[in-house]
Structures are given as structure tokens and as C-alpha cells.
């Protein structure tokens, strides 16, 4: 298993810039999360699903959006980018079993 | 869930036990006290949870008081690689939103 992947590793954007981060798992887990990590600061959840067509909004859910079409796909959207969202973003996946999180390698977004 | 409370950061020599308190005086009867450790720039790392009793792994130790107020997680033999900031969280299980929410933790730094 491959375990949570995530793309791409590194990303710059410019201010009002569009992109998707990518977030794959193959360990068939229906929980999937998205948090953001600003430097020196813990995790806070974005947005999070309990099963493929079924997200909701985490702590800190505004200028982000999410999509689960698939149970192993977890597709986060910025639209508009902004200096705000200048972060690590990670990805990641719970079981039904072990109910403990696997997550991602992180993408790293500078937006200037 | 109920919040959590770790001291920002902690020394400990190299072959000693870490021993990482957390204060959870809110916590409830259905709620699971979970170590995470995130070494720089990684995702979160799961390493223990518990309920009520002591659990041992091949990792670390957890040891929750008998009121369930507080909790230690018990590094036996501390080595370099265990530098790493480690998160203290406190959730239902199961719990149907299935969040984890992550505070600052407590730096761990393993001295040579």
C-alpha cells in the first residue's frame, strides 16, 4: 500500500490564482480529512468526508472547497488564492479498525 | 471533545524516558485520550491511545490517571529521533464527525 499521497509537494502561486491540491488513498478508508499547518502552529481541519458524495466544513473552512467523488480521491480547491493561505496542507485518512489517522507528506503553498 | 493542555516544550537526555504530560480535566466518560508526534515537516504520526487503563506498545507507553484528568505518555529510552513535537487529543470514539482536533503540543527535544 501506498498509504495517503499527496500532490504536488511544492506549489507558488500568484495572489487570485486557482489551484487543486490532490489527495489519494488506497487503503478503501470512507473518512478523509484536509488540514492546514502555518508555521509554528498545530493542525486545523479544513474540510473532512465520511464516505464518497458526503463532506463537511472543519474549523476553518473559508476560501477552500472539496469534492469526494470517489472513496479514494479527496481533492482540495482554492479559488482565490491569498497571502492568508500560505501554508502546509495535509491530507488524511482514518479506518474503521485501528481508528487512527494516516497522513499525507504535506504540500507546501506559498502564495505571494 | 474536550480540550487538552501540554506544556510548549520539554528537554530530555538521550537514553532516558520522555515523559509528556497532558492535562484533559474536561475529558468525558466516552472519550479516548490519542498521542500523535509529528517530526519537522512530516505528517502526524500516530503512536498510543487509551481509555482508562495503562496501554503499552511497541512505541511508547500511555498512562492515564485514575480520574481520567490527566494523562503521560512514556518514551522509554529516548533517542534523537524522537525530537518531534507530540499532540495530546482528546475524542469520542466513535464519534460520527470523526475530527481530531490537534492543539500546539509540546516540543520535544532529545539532547545528545
Known amino acids: 500500500n501506498a498509504g495517503v499521497t499527496q500532490t504536488p509537494k511544492f506549489r507558488i502561486l500568484k495572489i487570485g490564482q486557482s489551484m487543486t491540491l490532490q489527495c489519494t488513498q488506497d487503503m478503501n478508508h470512507n473518512y478523509m480529512y484536509w488540514y492546514r499547518q502555518d508555521p509554528g502552529m498545530g493542525l486545523k481541519l479544513i474540510y473532512y468526508?465520511?464516505?464518497?458524495?458526503?463532506?463537511d466544513k472543519g474549523e476553518v473552512p473559508n476560501g477552500y472547497n472539496v469534492s469526494r467523488s470517489t472513496t479514494e480521491d479527496f481533492p482540495l480547491r482554492l479559488e482565490l488564492a491569498a497571502p492568508s493561505q500560505t501554508s502546509v496542507y495535509f491530507c488524511?485518512?482514518?479506518?474503521?479498525?485501528?481508528?487512527?489517522?494516516?497522513f499525507g507528506p504535506g504540500t507546501r503553498l506559498t502564495v505571494l | 471533545d474536550a480540550k487538552t493542555t501540554q506544556p510548549p516544550s520539554m528537554d530530555c537526555a538521550e537514553g532516558r524516558a520522555a515523559n509528556l504530560p497532558c492535562n484533559h480535566s474536561t475529558i468525558s466518560g466516552n472519550e479516548y485520550v490519542y498521542w500523535y508526534r509529528q517530526i519537522h515537516s512530516q505528517g502526524p504520526q500516530y503512536i498510543i491511545h487509551g481509555l482508562k487503563n495503562n496501554e503499552t506498545n511497541e512505541m511508547a507507553s500511555l498512562i492515564i490517571t485514575e480520574d481520567r484528568k490527566s494523562s503521560t505518555l512514556i518514551l522509554p529510552h529516548a533517542t534523537l529521533r524522537d525530537t518531534a513535537v507530540y499532540y495530546c487529543i482528546v475524542r469520542a470514539r466513535p464519534n460520527t464527525g470523526n475530527q481530531f482536533y490537534f492543539g500546539t503540543g509540546t516540543s520535544l527535544t532529545v539532547i545528545p
Open positions: 468526508s465520511v464516505g464518497a458524495g458526503i463532506t
Open positions: 488524511a485518512s482514518l479506518g474503521q479498525g485501528p481508528d487512527t489517522q494516516y
